[in-house]
């Protein structure tokens, strides 16, 4: 009995873990394809009517107008929009979740502050032999080191599966092991809670590094 519980638990978090990992590209890709499906036959039979035959115009009104709310959302009232389309979001948990981990992710690869986390580290924590997945974020003060008698990095420990809360920690930089994964991976690691592994990791094997061993460039 307790197997069988068992088992349906892991189902549970498998399926959650899918649709987590899964929603955020799908949906994404739905709307666009509705979008682009809908401007193509509009287009196309306007066109038709003047007697032109331009193939691919859904498309290209498709571009101008994820375009034109790229724009819409650097002014003020396209920033407005979208703060009250987050929150709406937010009011609900499971698309709460989603946003947030995609959005998170999306502005890791792409946005103006993905230079925020400069690399994948695991630090032992919350005690000796345990080990959490942490952002290389930059290195401690001085005030911070001199207090600590020590050369300590800033870490990030983000929780799961929303990766925008978590812990800031320094630790000392002779106690923190470089992972190959990228920041994109590990925030999907993450997000997963451990379910989607990255393929760096599983083709490098472990271990991936050696305490202190941090590139100059990641610092």
């Given at each position: 009995m307790?197997?069988?519980?068992?088992i349906?638990?892991?189902?549970?978090?498998?399926?959650?873990?899918?649709?987590?990992?899964?929603?955020?590209?799908?949906?994404?890709?739905?709307v666009?394809?509705?979008i682009?499906?809908?401007l193509?036959?509009?287009?196309?039979?306007?066109?038709?009517v003047?007697?032109?035959?331009?193939?691919?115009?859904g498309?290209v009104?498709?571009?101008?107008?994820?375009?034109?709310?790229g724009w819409?959302?650097q002014?003020?009232?396209?920033?407005?929009?979208i703060?009250?389309g987050?929150?709406?979001l937010?009011?609900f948990?499971?698309?709460?979740?989603?946003?947030?981990?995609?959005?998170?992710?999306?502005?890791?690869?792409?946005g103006?502050?993905?230079?925020?986390f400069?690399s994948c580290?695991?630090?032992?924590y919350?005690?000796p032999?345990?080990?959490?997945?942490?952002?290389?974020?930059s290195?401690?003060?001085?005030e911070v080191?001199?207090?600590?008698?020590?050369?300590?990095l800033?870490i990030?420990?983000?929780?799961?599966?929303?990766?925008t809360?978590?812990?800031?920690?320094?630790?000392?930089r002779?106690?923190?092991?470089p992972?190959?994964?990228?920041?994109?991976?590990?925030f999907?690691?993450?997000?997963?809670?451990?379910?989607?592994?990255?393929?760096?990791?599983?083709a490098?094997?472990?271990p991936?590094g050696?305490?202190?061993?941090?590139?100059?460039?990641?610092?």
């Open positions: 307790s197997q069988d519980r068992s349906w638990a892991s189902l549970r978090r498998y399926l959650l873990t899918g649709i987590v990992v899964i929603a955020p590209v799908g949906l994404t890709a739905y666009l394809w509705w682009f499906a809908r193509d036959r509009i287009l196309g039979q306007v066109f038709t003047i007697g032109l035959r331009i193939p691919g115009l498309l009104a498709l571009v101008a107008i994820v375009i034109g709310v819409l959302a002014q003020a009232v396209g920033r407005e929009a703060s009250l987050k929150n709406w937010k009011r948990p499971l698309t709460r979740t989603i946003y947030t981990a995609a959005s998170q992710i999306v502005e890791q690869i792409i103006e502050n993905r230079r925020l400069r580290v695991l630090v032992e919350p005690r032999g345990i080990w959490a997945v942490g952002f290389l974020t290195e401690a003060s001085r080191n001199d207090a600590a008698a020590e050369d300590a800033a990030f420990l983000p929780t799961t599966p929303n990766p809360s978590g812990y800031l920690i320094f630790v000392p002779s106690q923190v092991v992972l190959r994964m990228t920041v994109e991976e590990g999907k690691l993450v997000v997963s809670a451990g379910a989607v592994t990255p393929e760096s990791l599983t490098a094997g472990v991936v050696r305490p202190g061993e941090l590139p100059v460039d990641e610092l």
